[in-house]
């Protein structure tokens, strides 16, 4: 993989190492700042009792019915950070706090069982229904506040709460005002009404069971990023060489210069934007850039001079139409 060739050799020298013979710890590590600015947002909002466990395993989450937070296990290393970073675009310090705080309102509504009480189900609706990961948003919906990219509130009713949770303790996220005559703020309300009952209430689940650590993960470092990297790929099962060549060049010319390069240099911008306009999570939006990028590449497509505008447009539409053909049938189609 390109990404591995091209390693510097202080990258290379990791990758052939087991991950759990890394000695990856959170303590002293980069992102042990990040859970301790956590814990200050959840003491200013009145929360003194409630402290989730932070550990690290292979992806962020929390483990259903457990008060704790799964932190990526490459936050915690400068090398592995910077092989993210090639391999598929690394979080920078907003997004951490997103999702940690997305996290904690996992943790939250588990340490004090708020799933069971009847006024939670009330609003947010059964816990126990099926978690499904090709869900059919409602795009714009009021019903549901705005936090991680895209409509991941509507996934399941936990993650209706725990976004509800990230935007309440968010700093300066002025929902009050932003929410106003939304009938998500009935939920935001809920959420503050909560927290300052259980203000100095110690958790009925004060701990919980994590599941996978580093230490579980006896694959190489080179072999979890294939691996990832396969999946990702797999996903992709779209016609892109029937569409690029609509739209780029496919001989060169004199004022010429490669698809690969106009796509490539806002690569960024592209992810992000259609990222928030689709609700497609992010890491399926970023393959599918990537993968414009390599039909480009592997077909030795071209773009004109002076029509870099041009080329964006058509290249957004197309992906927005693709990403939306994902989030309706869970799939790419054409």
């Given at each position: ?214 230490a579980d993960i006896g694959v190489t470092v080179e ?89 964006l447009v058509e290249v957004t539409v197309l992906a ?15």
């Amino acid at each position: 993989m390109r990404a591995f060739e091209e390693a510097p050799p202080d990258i290379q020298e990791i990758l052939a190492k087991p991950i759990k013979e890394l000695g990856l710890k959170l303590e002293g590590s980069p992102i042990e700042r990040f859970v301790h600015r956590l814990y200050r947002e959840l003491d200013r909002k009145g929360l003194k009792k409630f402290r989730p466990l932070c550990y690290l395993t292979d992806e962020w989450g929390c483990p259903s019915g457990e008060p704790v937070i799964g932190i990526p296990f490459y936050l915690a290393n400068p090398k592995l950070a910077r092989l993210e970073k090639e391999m598929n675009d690394l979080e920078d310090a907003r997004e951490i706090l997103i999702y940690l705080r997305h996290e904690a309102g996992h943790a939250f509504n588990y340490a004090f069982e708020l799933y069971k009480t009847q006024e939670w189900r009330d609003l947010f609706g059964p816990f126990r229904r099926a978690y499904r990961d090709d869900y059919r948003p409602v795009p714009f919906s009021r019903n549901y506040v705005r936090h991680i990219e895209g409509w991941y509130a509507q996934k399941h009713p936990d993650e209706d709460f725990a976004e509800t949770f990230a935007v309440w303790l968010t700093p300066r996220s002025a929902w009050r005002r932003r929410y106003k005559g939304w009938p998500a703020m009935q939920k935001l309300r809920y959420v503050e009404r909560v927290a300052r009952a259980l203000a100095d209430v110690d958790p009925i689940v004060n701990t919980g069971e994590v599941d996978i650590t580093p230490a579980d993960i006896g694959v190489t470092v080179e072999q979890f990023y294939q691996q990832a990297s396969h999946e990702k790929q797999a996903r992709m099962d779209i016609a892109l060489d029937a569409h690029l060549p609509q739209i780029f060049l496919t001989r060169k010319r004199k004022e010429s210069k490669p698809a690969a390069d106009i796509v490539g240099k806002h690569r960024s911008e592209l992810v992000e934007k259609i990222t928030y306009w689709t609700g497609v999570p992010r890491p399926i939006v970023r393959g599918l850039i990537d993968s414009i990028c390599r039909t480009c590449e592997r077909m030795k497509l071209w773009g004109e001079l002076g029509e870099e505008a041009r080329y964006l447009v058509e290249v957004t539409v197309l992906a927005t139409t693709l990403a939306m053909n994902f989030l309706t049938r869970g799939r790419f189609e054409t």
